[in-house]
């Protein structure tokens, strides 16, 4: 079979063909009188196999070594390539998450697109220091990237790395709230927590409220408590029940105790907060170490002579 019909049979380039020939992997087993390359049936079947390596992602010197030893064992060579394919991905999936970010941020021109990109590496480093860096390295005249900076605050673990975040996006412009809400409802408890206390961090943003109020319900303790003392700094009463929990389990119950007491000075909620108070020292009332802590935060907020009358 002349080579142009074995292009046209296995679909390989003519070009390719000649490649092949000329780096010895398929050369065609006979030559015409005239001088033509003659391929054989067997060649052509050698071409397919080749064809079909490729498709692989292996290489037409792995692809000689295979054809000079066919018994040899696929195995190792089928989990380097998993493992170099696997690490494509990631390039590829980081790129892919490099122009999402520039996409989403809208650069107005090579500089900001740049600066975007360097934001996105040092977020995605192994090392929290880095990550930090890269946030506190951001330009103060500069909006940072909301998206960006909502998604990282959502995974990030360390609690120096998600402060730099939660501050980079309280300075922020765009609708930082809109981005939390979604991680704030999300079934992974961890990434709930994060939003939250993201949230916290920035009460007085629009629709930050809603969300914080939503939070008191949360199954997590953590969620629960920021959601609640950053309530308590609002005047917002819908924390106090909260609040009083947080006294009497001993979480967090001398930020609870300063909350309430802020609050029982607001004429709307100083009844709430007694009422719930004196309610769960009843309910406390064989736990002794329970009713003091609300004893105490009863006495800060309406004075000892009421606490006496309890």
């Known amino acids: ?49 080749v064809k079909t390596l490729r498709s692989l992602g292996l290489t037409l010197k792995q692809i000689g070594r295979i054809l000079e030893d066919p018994c040899r064992a ?19 999936r980081e790129l892919l998450d490099r122009l999402r970010a520039i996409a989403a941020s809208r650069p ?17 480093s192994a090392s929290a220091s880095r990550r930090q860096q890269s946030v506190l390295s951001w330009p103060a005249d500069v909006a940072p990237p909301v998206d960006l900076l909502v998604r990282a605050v ?36 961890d990434i ?39 309530l308590g700094r609002l005047g917002e009463a819908a924390a106090v029940p909260v609040l009083v929990d947080m006294v009497a389990d001993g979480v967090g119950d001398v930020e609870a105790a300063e909350a309430l007491e802020s609050l029982s000075r607001i004429p709307a909620c100083a009844r709430s907060v007694e009422a719930s108070v004196a309610g769960k020292m009843k309910d406390v009332a064989a736990d002794s170490a329970a009713r003091e802590r609300l004893a105490e935060a009863l006495a800060g907020c309406v004075g000892p002579s009421t606490v006496n009358s309890q």
């Open 108 to 124: 107005a021109d090579w500089q900001e697109a740049v600066r975007i990109v360097k934001l996105v590496r040092g977020l995605g």
């Open 74 to 92: 696929p195995a190792a060579l089928v989990d380097d390539l998993i493992r170099q394919t696997e690490e494509r991905l990631d390039r590829e």
């Open 192 to 230: 709930r927590r994060r939003a939250v206390l993201a949230i916290a961090a920035m009460p007085e943003a629009p629709g930050a409220d809603v969300v914080l109020v939503g939070a008191l319900g949360d199954s997590d303790v953590t969620a629960r408590k920021h959601a609640a003392l950053a």
């Open 1 to 49: 079979m002349l080579i142009g019909d074995v292009a046209r049979y296995t679909g390989v380039s003519v070009r390719m063909l000649r490649h092949y020939d000329a780096m010895g992997l398929v050369r065609p087993t006979g030559r015409t009188i005239g001088g033509y390359r003659d391929y054989s049936d067997d060649d052509v079947r050698t071409i397919l196999q």
């Open 154 to 189: 959502l995974s990030e673990s360390d609690p120096n790395v998600a402060g730099a975040l939660q501050w980079a996006l309280a300075r922020s412009d765009g609708d930082v709230v809109a981005g939390l809400r979604t991680g704030a409802q999300s079934d992974d408890v």
